[in-house]
């Protein structure tokens, strides 16, 4: 008989949790990205050397997470049990989490993945195994959740998706709304 659901959850939070205080430790020593745990991986990050931004991490089970980091408070987790599932074929990428900054899957094709804004200033994205986090400015993130829900339009930003040999895979709207 299986767990409850319950019960596989907080085992997940519990070895997230540890696993995101070793990544921290090792970040703050300059060598988080070979830290893994219970067969949690990292992978992109916002916000690099600071107490808040976010993380993408993966387990070697299929279990995605996103670790949104709180400067003094505990580190919340979005976890996706069958993983975020977004298709990358068509694009090169898909986004999971936005505001601020954008972080999300590609596929294993992609060798380069940037954003330019409305102005042309061009910002590369942090590739880690099959994952990105690019640091752009969509506004302000969401305080409360009557903002998360209240209507958002994206800004026109465009992404351009890389594979082998430099070639341009997609060029586009980063987010569609």
Not at 104 to 115: K, W
Request: proline share 6%.
């Amino acid at each position: 008989m299986a767990p409850p659901r319950d019960e596989v959850v907080a085992k997940w939070i519990e070895e997230l949790t540890a696993f995101t205080e070793l990544y921290r430790a090792a970040e703050i020593e300059g060598s988080a990205e070979a830290v893994s745990h219970a067969g949690w991986h990292a992978g992109a990050r916002l916000g690099p050397d600071t107490a808040s931004g976010r993380l993408l991490a993966y387990n070697e089970s299929g279990v995605e997470a996103e670790c949104v980091f709180r400067e003094g408070e505990r580190t919340l987790f979005n976890i996706m049990s069958t993983g975020y599932g977004n298709d990358t074929t068509e694009r090169g990428f898909a986004v999971w989490s936005s505001r601020p900054g954008v972080l999300g899957a590609i596929d294993a094709g992609v060798t380069r993945l940037e954003v330019a804004d409305t102005d042309g200033m061009v910002v590369p994205a942090d590739i880690v195994a099959h994952t990105f986090a690019v640091d752009v400015d969509l506004g302000p993130a969401p305080q409360n959740m009557d903002e998360v829900f209240a209507p958002w339009e994206p800004p026109e930003l465009t992404v351009r998706v890389y594979g082998e040999g430099d070639t341009l895979r997609y060029e586009g709207p980063l987010l569609i709304s």
